[in-house]
């Protein structure tokens, strides 16, 4: 059973540049959510995709946007990157959207705005 | 807006000694709570996730109890040994009626089991 996998593991950039993270989900699940995790801090909920289309999201500005391919994989695009955006980004899969299913985490991608 | 609080923020401990972690959430509408493990510079490892009708879960040394009531987790870890020592996050999983909300994390409990 294949886990998550995330890339890159780490990326660089300047403010007002433009990223996007890539996260291919856990065998068998079609649900992909993203979380950012400043230093000292818990993951917080960006978005989460559902079979293509996004069914939920925490509180981000526009500029966070997502996709999710058929093969259930994910990406993150943050437009116009600010200090703040610095931080690890995580991709959990799970089955079916449901709640009541465990969410598997990557191992994230460390991003630094310079 | 659901708050989750963890107690203590850390701990250090000697090998072999049974420990607890606390996990307060300010919403009882959850659908479940989930305990993760977290290495340095790492991922989130799953441990545990109680559905809200269940009172705990055990897998080997841990025990993860759930009181919707009062708003409280635990996580018992027993016989504690160094490669236990990482950061552990309690998450919570909101039942809304409807949509994806994800999850909401505590800040963590950095663990230092001593040899």
């Known amino acids: 059973e294949t886990g998550v996998t995330q890339s890159p593991t780490h990326l660089i950039k300047t403010r007002g540049q433009q990223v996007t993270l890539r996260c291919s989900s856990q065998?068998?699940?079609?649900?992909v959510s993203w979380y950012q995790q400043a230093l000292g801090q818990g993951p917080q909920f960006i978005f989460q995709?559902?079979?293509?289309?996004?069914?939920g999201r925490g509180n981000f500005p526009p500029r966070f946007s997502g996709l999710q391919f058929p093969n259930y994989s994910s990406e993150l695009n943050v437009n116009a990157l600010e200090l703040d955006d610095s931080a690890l980004y995580l991709c959990?899969?799970?089955?079916?959207?449901?709640?009541?299913?465990?969410?598997?985490f990557g191992d994230g991608t460390r991003l630094s705005i310079l | 807006k659901q708050e989750v609080t963890q107690i203590p923020a850390a701990l250090s401990v000697p090998e072999g000694e049974n420990l607890v972690l606390n996990c307060s959430f300010t919403d009882s509408a959850i659908y479940n709570l989930q305990w993760f493990r977290q290495d340095p510079g790492k991922g989130l490892t799953s441990l545990l996730l109680i559905q809200s009708s269940q009172r705990e879960q055990t897998s080997g040394r841990l025990n993860a109890s759930l009181d919707k009531s009062s708003g409280r987790s635990t996580l018992y870890i027993a016989a504690s040994q160094p490669g236990d020592s990482a950061t552990y996050l309690c998450a919570a999983y909101p039942n809304s009626g409807g949509g994806a909300d994800g999850l909401t994390f505590g800040k963590g409990t950095h663990l230092i089991i001593q040899p």
């Open positions: 995709y559902y079979r293509e289309e996004e069914n």
């Open positions: 959990a899969s799970s089955l079916s959207g449901q709640p009541n299913q465990p969410q598997h």
């Open positions: 065998s068998g699940h079609n649900t």
